[in-house]
């Protein structure tokens, strides 16, 4: 039972485009969301969060929207760079921290 | 560098073996989580300790089990191994029990292979 899923496994944008990266939950009772990023070899590291009470919460070239009445949750970043090449997971926070899969962004000069 | 220390990087191993997987985490964080990730898979949830004690129980197998030293290093112990426990184990750390105040920092894990 898959309570954050990203169903888009990769994604690839121009340099200087926007990236949006989308996550879907299941569980209504989630009250805290966090994006984190993972470049190989390493473990993730924290990027973004978001509490339930909030809709958007931005951090220089990253934005976090929350809709939920919708449950979802995305992460724009703008403008894209070679370096944001990565894997993004969604986390939701029920109790314990729920990861979604993971997208593979690419970014390409 | 985010601090949490994972080791041995790589680990090789035969089925049916047992195999432990060390963690220390960042100075002065309380509280050490343990991740599984196979392959496609998100982060699975194995366990959390804060300050010694079990705080939560995720999708962890009978055959794995864990603890927490008065150090604070964490141990992973994986017995009885199949090929399916071939995987990236994560550690991570956080300075508090609770993930609002204080977000998971990760180590580079452990990378299992099961033979």
């Known amino acids: 039972d898959q309570q954050v899923k990203q169903n888009s496994p990769s994604l690839s944008v121009q340099e200087g485009r926007i990236s949006i990266l989308n996550c879907d939950y299941t569980n209504s009772m989630f009250d805290y969301f966090l994006w984190y990023k993972k470049y190989p070899a390493e473990g993730p590291t924290f990027l973004i969060s978001i509490s339930s009470i909030k809709d958007k919460n931005e951090d220089g070239r990253f934005t976090v929207f929350l809709n939920k009445s919708a449950k979802h949750l995305s992460l724009h970043i703008v403008p894209s760079q070679p370096g944001d090449s990565a894997v993004y997971f969604c986390?939701?926070?029920?109790?314990?921290?729920?990861f979604g899969q993971g997208t593979e962004l690419s970014v390409k000069p | 560098d985010s601090g949490v220390t994972q080791t041995p990087k790589h680990l090789i191993t035969a089925t049916g073996q047992r195999v432990t997987l060390r963690c220390s985490p960042r100075s002065g964080d309380l509280s050490v989580y343990w991740y599984q990730q196979s392959l496609d898979q998100g982060l699975q949830f194995l366990i959390q300790y804060y300050n010694g004690e079990e705080r939560a129980k995720g999708n962890i197998l009978e055959r794995f089990s864990a603890q927490q030293f008065p150090d604070l290093h964490s141990e992973l112990n994986l017995s009885s191994l199949e090929l399916g426990d071939s995987a990236l184990y994560f550690c991570?750390?956080?300075?508090?029990?609770?993930?609002?105040?204080?977000?998971?920092?990760f180590g580079n894990g452990t990378r299992l292979t099961v033979t």
């Open positions: 991570a750390s956080s300075d508090t029990g609770d993930i609002y105040n204080s977000p998971l920092h």
């Open positions: 986390a939701a926070r029920g109790g314990k921290l729920i």
